[in-house]
């Protein structure tokens, strides 16, 4: 059985940091691309990072690029998202998912796994 489970989440005011992690288990974790999704209230949600297993492969959505950083522990089977300069925007409910196979995977649709979420508040 493949679970994703997330922590990390919590309060921080704008211009703070945050790092997420994911621990996945019950799945070969090198056949998988990770990402980082994020739903905030009243919107869909929007893919925020990817990462190949080997971790030569990192994409991220324009809003983020230059303040959030997504890594991977191959050992750990733990993926993470540490989120720099947090603005209000970046409130949201934050998931980890899997997607099979290799290269960029920015849509949702392509992600079969899913974890739970971890909440993520900003405070101006």
């Known amino acids: 059985q493949v679970q994703l489970v997330e922590s990390g989440g919590g309060l921080v005011q704008a211009g703070g940091s945050l790092r997420l992690s994911c621990a996945a288990s019950?799945?070969?974790?090198?056949?998988?691309?990770m990402g980082w999704f994020r739903r905030a209230p009243g919107k869909e949600r929007e893919f925020v990072a990817g990462v190949s297993w080997s971790g030569d492969t990192v994409f991220y959505t324009d809003s983020v690029r230059e303040r959030f950083i997504i890594s991977s522990d191959n050992a750990k089977n733990t993926v993470y998202l540490q989120m720099n300069n947090l603005k209000p925007e970046d409130a949201a409910v934050y998931y980890c998912?899997?997607?099979?196979?290799?290269?960029?995977?920015?849509?949702?649709?392509?992600?079969?796994?899913w974890g739970q979420g971890t909440q993520v508040t900003v405070s101006s």
């Open positions: 019950g799945l070969t974790f090198r056949s998988y691309v």
């Open positions: 998912a899997a997607a099979p196979g290799r290269g960029r995977r920015p849509r949702t649709d392509e992600y079969y796994f």
